[in-house]
């Protein structure tokens, strides 16, 4: 006998439960899975894409934003679109360009 056959004995166990098991439930769960992975990419690149529309100074936006986020601190917010805007003409490290995604991203998925 190999070293391996009760572990092979077991895949085979295996196998066979897998195959008299009915799919659904599993696929539909993977399913959701990778939905709620999707979900959360297309969140990320609105993010993204609203955090570079602030930085290239898009008033609209800002304004938008205040509007759809009354809880949001304008002052706070203002002064790191500011330090951001500062930070990308220097060539400086993106610090204060990540505090505005991550204030971003606090905002949005405040109730």
């Known amino acids: 006998m190999g070293r391996d056959s ?5 895949l085979r166990y ?4 897998l195959r008299e098991m009915d799919a659904e ?3 539909a769960a993977l399913g959701a899975v990778e939905g ?25 936006r800002l304004g938008a934003l205040l509007d759809e986020h ?7 917010l203002r ?3 500011r330090n951001g805007i500062r930070e990308r003409e220097g060539s400086r490290p993106p610090r ?5 995604f ?4 606090d905002l949005l998925a405040a109730p």
């Open 96 to 100: 204060y360009r990540r505090e505005l």
């Open 70 to 76: 009354p809880q949001a601190d304008r002052q706070h």
């Open 36 to 60: 709620d992975k999707s979900a959360a990419a297309a969140h990320h690149r609105m993010l993204e894409s609203l955090c570079e529309a602030l930085l290239s100074g898009d008033d609209q």
């Open 25 to 27: 439930p599993i696929q």
């Open 14 to 17: 295996i196998g066979k439960l």
């Open 102 to 105: 991550r204030y971003l991203r």
């Open 79 to 81: 002064q790191l679109i």
């Open 6 to 10: 009760g572990r092979r004995r077991q």
